[in-house]
């Protein structure tokens, strides 16, 4: 396995690329190799390049550009908007968000968030390692906290939201039920995409905390036209499991996971 | 919140139900309960019954089952078949698979497998303690670890199985593509949807270790009438990535999570 390796900075056949002290510590300590050994690189700007490691110092460490291994594409522009959760779920959101190809995540502070220490370059660093090796050619920035009530008022109209409305029928029922019920994310999905012709629109996916988004947090996202509700099935799912399956499922109906 | 628990035993109106040692420590300890505090019971057959602590001494403890909450449903029969990963990772997909709703987990030592220890027990439950949290009226055993080449030997071919191919085209390449391309998932479920009209027929899904399937093991399993092969998108996804997304996606195709 060639190690991939994210470089903020410019690419191009021939240029020294210089390396970070963690990027020195994991291809030296963690992955074992020496100078001559081959590196894939990205910037998130000019694709891929094969590289070659000139200098592994004991802090610094060098590569020499080569050839261009693959072309930059574009990515869906999916945002994930998630309530932080607890140190574990938290990571594994940002992990596989990542994965499965989110351009962005923003930690949302809701009524119902207990809110963690939230750690933003530790995090930036779990989505760097993840883009590295599911093989994409950028890294997603993970964004300073927002609160909810400041997301809808910064909303800008042309983004579509996807709002995984996971509190069940039960406060649906308190409030007479009147914003209709959530219908199966699937059917969303697929409507959308039969009138948007396949089409990409920017789109955003925003879910929710342990405890769900409260009856008046449900409430305003309903009565927004650039809200869409849906249900990820019968079952309670985990903050971090809904936020997988939701990104999973718009990747497939309407992201990059159509083409094959 | 009403704590959920799993009763291995008969359940019904008026009939004490024993607790297990661990269940009296997760009461007690873990969430502070105390006689007379609620409960809701489940065993996989009758359904979810209320019922209230009536005893919790040092290691056991008795509840007093009341009123049937809910009917017990019949769930898809789809059985996750995994080739298992090291300890993180393979606790992600055993948690997250129920969630999800698979009906039956078992473990699948392929060729390229790097085999931990696996402690079933352990295994079984996480998958106890996510049923319990996620709603479910049963439980999914987890199996013990089967064979690649056994797998395939025993098979009964009215199950039909989705074989998430993440290898990528690389070796594909290597042996002609004679097999032809794997479809994108979501192409493929929907197009099984439209010949079934909705019916749902047993399923499985087959997802394989970090390092994939051997082109050997990807040419026996495209061969296969009861097999169909699908990608998981452009990017590379880590195996528990790959078993979520899988069974979200069967789900929302062919399965319960089509209901509102």
């Known amino acids: 396995m060639i190690p991939r390796l994210y470089i903020d900075g410019p690419l191009h056949s021939g240029l020294p690329a210089p390396l970070t002290a963690e990027q020195v510590h994991y291809l030296k300590n963690v992955l074992r190799r020496q100078e001559g050994d081959e590196l894939r ?3 998130g700007e000019d694709g891929e390049f094969a590289a070659r490691i ?9 590569a020499q550009v ?3 291994t693959r072309d930059q594409e574009a990515e869906p522009d999916l945002v994930l908007y998630f309530a932080p959760v607890k140190r574990g779920p938290l990571e594994t959101i940002v992990q596989k968000a990542v994965e499965v190809g989110a351009a962005r995540l ?3 502070i809701t009524e119902r968030t207990i809110a963690p220490k939230l750690n933003i370059a530790r995090l930036q660093a779990i ?3 993840a883009a590295e090796q599911c093989g994409r050619l950028n890294v997603p920035s993970v964004g300073e906290p927002i609160k909810f009530a400041a997301l809808l008022k910064t909303w800008t109209e042309d983004r579509r939201l ?3 409305d996971e509190a069940g029928d039960e406060e649906e029922k308190e409030w007479g039920g009147r914003e209709g019920r959530a219908e199966p994310v699937l059917d969303v999905l697929k409507s959308i995409d039969s009138k948007t012709d396949g089409g990409v629109e920017p789109w955003a996916i925003l879910t929710g905390p342990e405890g769900g988004f409260s009856p ?3 409430r305003e996202l309903r009565a927004k036209s650039y809200v869409t509700a849906a249900t990820l099935g019968p079952r309670i799912l985990r903050a971090d499991t809904a936020a997988i399956a939701a ?4 990747q497939a109906a309407l992201g990059d996971w159509r083409r094959s």
């Open 216 to 218: 008046g947090e449900r």
């Open 66 to 68: 080569g050839e261009q």
């Open 106 to 108: 923003v930690p949302v």
């Open 162 to 164: 996807l709002f995984c």
């Open 127 to 129: 989505a760097t390692e």
């Open 54 to 62: 000139v200098e592994l110092k004991k802090k610094t460490g060098a």
């Open 41 to 43: 690189l990205f910037n």
């Open 247 to 250: 990104l999973v499922l718009w």
